[in-house]
Each structure stands twice: as structure tokens, then as C-alpha cells.
């Protein structure tokens, strides 16, 4: 998942940089860094297991829409 991906997802579930740091068990600094795909100059790659919670969240959300 790129760092535009994680901002994607995270805005088409509605969520805010806290609101999704809350869902993910992270720091809001943490999402902060995946957005931007770097801490200061460091390439910051965003872990599989956080896709992973990141999918289930998504399934999560599409089931409650129904």
C-alpha cells in the first residue's frame, strides 16, 4: 500500500487522522508518516499487517452499510 493509497482508504471510510489511528491502535504522528510515505527523510513503508487491518476495517464498514 503507497502512502496515497492510506490517505484513500482512510477518507472513502469517512474517517479523520484521529479516527483512524483509534481504529488501527496507532499514534496520529504514526498516520501522519504513512500518508506522507517519509519520517523527515526517511521512506517510511507501511507494515502488512496494517493493510491487513486497514482491508478488515473496509469489510467491517461495507458490512454495516448494508
Same mark, same amino acid.
Given at each position: 500500500?503507497?502512502? $496515497?493509497?492510506? !490517505? *484513500?482508504?482512510? #477518507?472513502?471510510?469517512?474517517?479523520?487522522?484521529?479516527?483512524?489511528?483509534?481504529? @488501527?491502535? /496507532?499514534?496520529?504522528?504514526?498516520?501522519?508518516?504513512? $500518508?506522507?510515505? !517519509? *519520517?523527515?527523510? #526517511?521512506?517510511?513503508?507501511?507494515?502488512?499487517?496494517?493493510?491487513?487491518?486497514? @482491508?478488515? /476495517?473496509?469489510?467491517?464498514?461495507?458490512?454495516?452499510?448494508?
Amino acid at each position: 500500500m503507497k502512502p $496515497e493509497e492510506f !490517505k *484513500k482508504w482512510r #477518507k472513502s471510510l469517512g474517517l479523520s487522522q484521529k479516527n483512524a489511528a483509534e481504529m @488501527l491502535g /496507532l499514534k496520529i504522528r504514526i498516520i501522519q508518516y504513512y $500518508e506522507k510515505g !517519509k *519520517k523527515g527523510k #526517511k521512506t517510511i513503508n507501511i507494515p502488512k499487517y496494517i493493510q491487513l487491518a486497514c @482491508l478488515a /476495517l473496509e469489510i467491517q464498514h461495507k458490512i454495516n452499510k448494508i
